[in-house]
């Protein structure tokens, strides 16, 4: 996993150097909604669904690929109530998502405007990159809402055996695909969804750990670390309570609207130079 995450990151880097076709900017911005998979949702959960807006800017390569760079904010949120299989354990939370995403695009058609000879104005694509994220995990009681990491709700680094404390900084891999139309020759309209693939399982909070014993969790974080630790009490200390295997998912979907900048021409083309500019 570590050599292929390798290969991405050169990949990504060295991508806009291989073409030699169009080179034209795009500048856009993305509305739609953001959503999650993970501990408290095995799929997304359409009700939990939350705006998200996003700014980006893109590199057109030639008819087939491009290359972006983007700033994307959403929010996630998760009740196990939400399901019959994990409402018992009683957990909740939401999550801000402030994302930094470097994607390539692949079309499936030579896609561009009604001045491109040969392209179409409509395609289907695909699209693979990395992502820097923040989250920060909160549960509510009582009306209130507390950070979830603070609370090491799972022991970490307080408890034998816990998981050590995660961090809430971390990189994701964006995948996913839409359909690109092409409205004029300045603007072209984006409908997308793209799921994050994370390395954590702990966007939720819920983590690879098991119930902390509640005895061992320091007081001066008050009785809120052994309530979000365990709300219902139905946890033995030592028991599984998420699944380690499992990493957890966001995702973006929705629109984006992008102008497309034009080229800059030059006012004195080679072919129209008059000779005696040239020679003496």
Known sequence: MKYSFRYLIILLLIWPSLSNAQHLWEAGVFGGISNYEGGMAPDP??????????????????????YSLGLNYGKISGKDSNSSYT????????????????????NFFNFGT???????????????????FHFDPMGEYNGKLYDLHDLTTQ??????????????????IPIGGGVKFNLSDKFNLL?????????????????????????????????LNIYFA?????????????????????????ISLSYIIPAPICPYPRSTRHPSIFTD
């Open 114 to 132: 009604k001045s491109d000879r040969d392209a179409l104005r409509i395609s289907p694509y695909v699209f693979i990159g990395l992502s820097l």
């Open 87 to 106: 409402a018992p354990r009683g957990l909740n939370f939401q999550s801000n998502i402030y994302e930094l995403s470097t994607q390539i695009e692949i």
């Open 230 to 254: 365990d709300p219902t009490n139905v946890g033995i200390p030592g028991q599984q309570r998420g699944n380690p295997d499992k990493r957890d998912w966001y995702l973006f979907a929705g």
């Open 45 to 66: 959960v359409w009700k939990e669904s939350h705006p998200a807006a996003g700014i980006f800017v893109k590199r057109v390569m030639n008819g087939y690929v491009s």
């Open 155 to 172: 022991g970490q680094g307080i408890v034998p055996g816990a998981p050590p404390q995660y961090a809430l900084t971390q990189f994701s």
């Open 191 to 223: 409908v997308l969804m793209g799921y994050r693939a994370t390395f954590t399982t702990e966007l939720d909070d819920v983590g690879p750990g098991t119930y902390p014993d509640p005895t061992l969790l320091p007081e001066k974080n008050n009785p």
